[in-house]
């Protein structure tokens, strides 16, 4: 299989990831940042009826002009309004969120009256219609209040139960099942062996997947023969993930197995291969059971295996989710020159600063080398070196990529 770039493949991958169905889900069980599948309409008038503003005392304003003293009749509480009629020269003492009687037209704030026995006075002079909340003043039943497709909310959860929604639908959460490979692995806390070293791919993957709102599943460490493979694959199906990332074992070694084993189990290969750096080896394809499983298998090496997480793996975990997603991308100037570019586009790991004219200026970490993963967790982000790029002098524009919200 020929090499392909990396726009193709993003293409590629983008076209064969569908959005998830939705399903009504009850207001306590919505995560963060779902997304909303249809027009939610208020089945409620809110609030339902004239309501106080204030903790005071209602009355009708025309009294007011001509008297500052009035006889306290009862008692309108949140909860429990007064039933009873006001007349002239009445007042009700009223408290926030409590109906306001119907022949009330204002609430004088309690900072402004003086309670004697049954006998309130007023202070100050209040304006006609002070302190009252019209019916309907925040929304209509019909009203159309949240537009189906945008992301959800704190406040906008809230909107969903005050018109009267107890569920509502969304776009499912995504199930995406992580698994390692390697003989040489052991898992992060352990102690490694002989000849052996800490898996350290899976909990970077989890971290992103749940960091772009989706669920994992930790198939933790297949070992490098294809029975092991096989199993971990089972699991991923039982589980009806719907994307498996793979890191490690696609390459072209003689204990690459990963490639071979999804194929017997019936993936179709999309793409093997991509011009980039790192990452070249990124495998991607379908599993089309009932329940159709994406699989990404991306390198081994740390740093590759965590730069395409950022540059496929999440794509994918947006569109699943039903988010329009755009890579953050910006333009820097380069602190330092770097050569002419291969046919390969390279990601370079470099540390972002400002400086005080508000320049953004970046620098490449010391090494580009896709197993050093200190210094990609110590970077800013990733100088996007175009297909072929000719070299580039300091103080040249360049773009860089900035991860949203989970950092590198
Ligand atoms: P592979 O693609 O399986 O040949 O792996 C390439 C390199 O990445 C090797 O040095 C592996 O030891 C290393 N590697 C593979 N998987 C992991 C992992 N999960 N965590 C850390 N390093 C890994
Ligand atoms: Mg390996």
């Not at 197995?257 to 080896?281: C, H, I, N, Y």
Request: with cysteine; hydrophobic share 40%.
């Amino acid at each position: 299989m020929p090499l392909i770039n990396v726009d193709e493949s993003l293409k590629r991958l983008l076209t064969a990831t569908h959005t998830l169905e939705s399903e009504l889900t009850p207001l306590a069980e919505i995560g963060e940042a779902q997304v909303l599948a249809q027009d939610v309409i208020a089945e409620l008038t809110e609030p339902p009826f004239r309501s106080s503003a204030m903790d005071g005392y209602a009355i009708r304003y025309q009294d007011y002009e001509q008297n500052r003293e009035f006889d306290l009749v009862g008692e309108s509480a949140a909860g429990k309004g007064y039933s009873g009629k006001i007349g002239k020269n009445e007042a009700v003492r009223i408290f926030t969120g409590a109906p306001v009687p119907d022949d009330a037209d204002t609430v004088i704030i309690q900072e402004d009256a003086k309670l004697e026995g049954n006998r309130v006075s007023f202070t100050k002079a209040p304006e006609a219609g002070a302190n009252i909340r019209p019916r309907g003043g925040n929304f209509q039943k019909g009203d159309s209040v949240l537009e189906k497709g945008r992301i959800m909310t704190p406040s906008a959860l809230a909107l969903c139960a005050s018109t009267g929604h107890g569920a509502v639908e969304v776009v499912k959460r995504p199930k995406i099942a992580i698994l390692a490979t390697g003989n040489e692995l052991v898992e992060a806390g352990e102690i490694p062996g002989k000849d052996q070293i800490v898996c350290s791919n899976s909990y970077g993957l989890a971290y992103l997947v749940r960091a772009h709102h989706c669920d994992v599943v930790d198939l933790g460490i297949a070992r490098d023969n294809e029975e092991s493979i096989r199993e971990k694959i089972e699991r991923a199906r039982k589980e009806k993930v719907d994307l498996l990332v793979t890191s490690g074992g696609v390459s072209v070694g003689k204990y690459d197995l990963v490639q071979t084993v999804l194929k017997s189990e019936g993936m179709k290969l999309d793409f093997w291969k991509v011009a980039m750096r790192p990452g070249k080896p990124l495998m991607f394809g379908v599993l089309p059971d009932d329940h159709k499983m994406l699989v990404l298998g991306l390198p081994g090496n740390p740093v590759s295996s965590m730069v395409c997480g950022h540059i496929f793996l999440v794509p994918i975990l947006e569109k699943l989710s039903g988010r329009n997603y755009r890579p953050h991308i910006e333009d820097a100037l380069l602190a330092v020159p770097l050569p002419e570019n291969g046919p390969r586009r390279h990601f370079v790991r470099a540390n972002l600063t400002v400086n005080s004219k508000g320049e953004r200026w970046v620098t490449p970490v010391r090494s580009q080398d896709s197993s050093l993963i200190r210094l990609m967790a110590n970077a800013d982000c990733l100088i996007i070196r175009e297909e072929n790029g000719t070299p580039l002098q300091v103080g040249e524009p360049c773009r860089i990529f900035i991860p949203e919200g989970a950092g590198l």
